[in-house]
Nanobody, 115 residues
Framework: QVQVVESGGGSVQPGGSLRLSCAAS????????MRWYRQAPGKQREFVAV???????KYADSVKGRFTISRDNAKNTVYLQMNSLKPEDTAVYYC?????????WGQGTQVTVSS
């Protein structure tokens, strides 16, 4: 069983930055991929970014150029650096650890972008 815990959410003004962290209970170097998703009120959960075991990354078009996903294997932690935040980025952000074919979700962390 893998546990993942997100942190780093909060409230920020438009144009601001936040860095989310996702800490895993096991070594992430063996995971197939680590992914970030988000869910805004009244909307379905949507993909944000992924980083694979080979450090390949992919982003949703809506965040490309503003968000950066990275990993620190020594800390078993994945990060999501979010810059130039917009009100439409407001959501609960979830981390997902993909181990073989099983995905493990965290409890989420709230990000609110508002003036």
């Amino acid at each position: 069983q893998v546990q993942v815990v997100e942190s780093g959410g909060g409230s920020v003004q438009p144009g601001g930055s936040l860095r989310l962290s996702c800490a895993a209970s096991l070594s992430i170097s063996s995971f197939y991929a680590m992914r970030w998703y988000r869910q805004a009120p009244g909307k379905q959960r949507e993909f944000v970014a992924v980083i694979t075991g080979g450090d390949s990354t992919k982003y949703a078009d809506s965040v490309k150029g503003r968000f950066t996903i990275s990993r620190d294997n020594a800390k078993n932690t994945v990060y999501l650096q979010m810059n130039s935040l917009k009100p439409e980025d407001t959501a609960v952000y979830y981390c997902n650890a993909l181990v073989r074919t099983t995905g493990y979700w965290g409890q989420g962390t709230q990000v609110t972008v508002s003036s």
